[in-house]
Antibody, heavy 119, light 108 residues
Framework: QVHLQESGPGLVKPSETLSLICSVSSGSLSDYFWSWIRQTPGKGLEWIGYVYSTGSTKYNPSLEGRLTLSVDTSKNQVSLRLRSVTTADTATYFC?????????????WGLGTLVTVSS | SYVLTQPPSVSVAPGETANITCGGDSIGGKSVHWYLQKPGQAPVLVIYVDRDRPSGIPERFSGSNFGNTATLTISKVEAGDEADYYCQVWDTSSDVQVFGGGTKLTVL
């Protein structure tokens, strides 16, 4: 069964770049869309964007301009880079796989990683 | 942008049936997916495409979607069903994934 694990720095300074990696095990990146979703403390879920296994992307308009998603099939990893972060970007960040070759539901999700933006 | 509206909370006694709604403009024309999330854990898919259950999800979980409301129904509620529940759709017009605000299910 495919397993997703997010990793990255727990603390980022305002105006800097947040970089996260989602490592995928027991499964291939191929033919799947991979999304990042975040959840602010005590709040709901916000979709960040997705990247297909070929590298094509779609971003949430609210983050477009600051966001880059990419895949590294040789390492079986999906990456997120969010530039010019502010305290509003403090959240738990999840990676999730979409259903096979579609962008419908998310299954499974990683455990998530908490990122705090603070000086 | 497309908006999904869920009640902030639903309370039900053990053994009873919980209905969690997700409202959206003509949501009946979209595919709705549901997740549960327990504290400190990742969301888990419990219903996809309105009414289908992933393997491992009990038959007590069911879904429907018509008109402007999708509903997640949990029958014979157990204490372990306490969680936050989120609905989600893919808004094809904008190619954006949308989540509802979440509903906290409390088992009395």
């Amino acid at each position: 069964q495919v397993h997703l694990q997010e990793s990255g720095p727990g603390l980022v300074k305002p105006s800097e770049t947040l970089s996260l990696i989602c490592s995928v095990s027991s499964g291939s990146l191929s033919d799947y869309f991979w999304s990042w979703i975040r959840q602010t403390p005590g709040k709901g879920l916000e979709w960040i964007g997705y990247v297909y296994s070929t590298g094509s992307t779609k971003y949430n308009p609210s983050l477009e301009g600051r966001l880059t998603l990419s895949v590294d099939t040789s390492k079986n990893q999906v990456s997120l880079r969010l530039r010019s972060v502010t305290t509003a970007d403090t959240a738990t960040y999840f990676c999730a796989r979409h259903a096979y070759n579609t962008v419908y539901w998310f299954d499974p999700w990683g455990l998530g990683t908490l990122v705090t933006v603070s000086s | 942008s497309y908006v999904l509206t869920q009640p902030p909370s639903v309370s039900v006694a053990p053994g009873e049936t919980a209905n969690i709604t997700c409202g959206g403009d003509s949501i009946g024309g979209k595919s709705v997916h549901w997740y549960l999330q327990k504290p400190g854990q990742a969301p888990v898919l419990v219903i996809y495409v309105d009414r289908d259950r992933p393997s491992g999800i009990p038959e007590r979980f069911s879904g429907s979607n018509f008109g402007n409301t999708a509903t997640l129904t949990i029958s014979k509620v157990e204490a372990g069903d306490e969680a936050d529940y989120y609905c989600q759709v893919w808004d094809t017009s904008s190619d954006v994934q949308v989540f509802g605000g979440g509903t906290k299910l409390t088992v009395l």
